[in-house]
């Protein structure tokens, strides 16, 4: 069974950067899409960014011009960096993984803290 395994996150300051990662401990065939996602503590899970198994992402507003999320093929990990960072940025932060024959894939979440 493939796992994600999500690092990074952590405190940071109002206006610095971070970079997420997400590891896949085996590869995952029919890949099709990694997204990243978040929630707020009080809100729903919200899409942040997404890229496709072609290279295309898309990026949620709060987070276009911030975010740039990037994936290493070679070492089955995927990225998310986020710069300008904002107090409401703050939430836990989750990789997904689709695979049209696997299924999907989660990882535990990583916690980020924006400080004002």
């Known amino acids: 069974q493939v796992r994600l395994v999500q690092s990074g996150g952590g405190l940071v300051q109002a206006g610095g950067s971070l970079r997420l990662s997400c590891a896949a401990s085996g590869s995952i065939d029919g890949l099709y899409g990694m997204n990243w996602y978040r929630q707020a503590p009080g809100k729903q899970r919200e899409l942040v960014a997404l890229i496709t198994d072609g290279g295309s992402t898309v990026y949620q507003d709060p987070v276009k011009g911030r975010a740039t999320i990037s994936r290493d093929a070679a070492k089955n990990t995927l990225y998310l960096q986020m710069n300008m960072l904002k107090p409401e940025d703050t939430g836990i932060y989750y990789c997904?993984?689709?695979?049209?024959?696997?299924?999907?894939?989660w990882g535990q979440g990583t916690q980020v803290t924006v400080g004002s």
């Open positions: 997904a993984e689709y695979s049209t024959i696997m299924g999907e894939f």
